[in-house]
């Protein structure tokens, strides 16, 4: 009796019938399968409620705001690189000043 109650309620409240739901099997290394577990786990849902959520996901384009933000983010990554490959050419360059001024001490000293 409980049951059919449940099923009532979930219809009163205006969910649209689907079809029935199929079973899949699906190979998962044991990581992947510790993985779905702790992330089922930490959201309170089944493993099948996980891989559902995913594929739901899957197929779905990024928000204007999103790409918006995703451009944005883009854009600082690409300043920070560019920082660094100077920083990084900036140190190569005297680290070889150093080095000959060490040879030339070295050539000095002989």
Same mark, same amino acid.
């Given at each position: 009796?409980?049951?059919?109650?449940?099923? $009532?309620?979930?219809?009163?409240?205006? /969910? *649209? $019938?689907q079809p029935a739901p199929s079973r /899949? *099997?699906?190979?998962?290394?044991?990581?992947?399968?510790?993985r779905l577990e702790k992330l089922a786990a930490a959201e309170k849902v089944s493993a099948g409620?996980?891989?559902r959520r995913s594929l739901r996901s899957y197929n779905q384009q990024p928000s204007d705001s999103e790409q918006e933000m995703l451009g944005l983010l883009l854009g600082e990554m690409n300043t920070a690189l560019d920082a660094s490959l100077e920083?990084?050419?900036s140190a190569r360059a005297?680290?070889?000043?150093?080095?000959?001024?060490?040879?030339?001490?070295?050539?000095?000293?002989?």
């Open positions: 009796m409980h049951m059919s109650c449940t099923y $009532a309620t979930l219809f009163d409240m205006g /969910t *649209v $019938a /899949t *099997v699906v190979l998962l290394r044991p990581a992947e399968r510790k409620e996980i891989l920083s990084i050419q005297e680290i070889r000043e150093n080095l000959k001024k060490i040879e030339e001490m070295r050539a000095a000293r002989a």
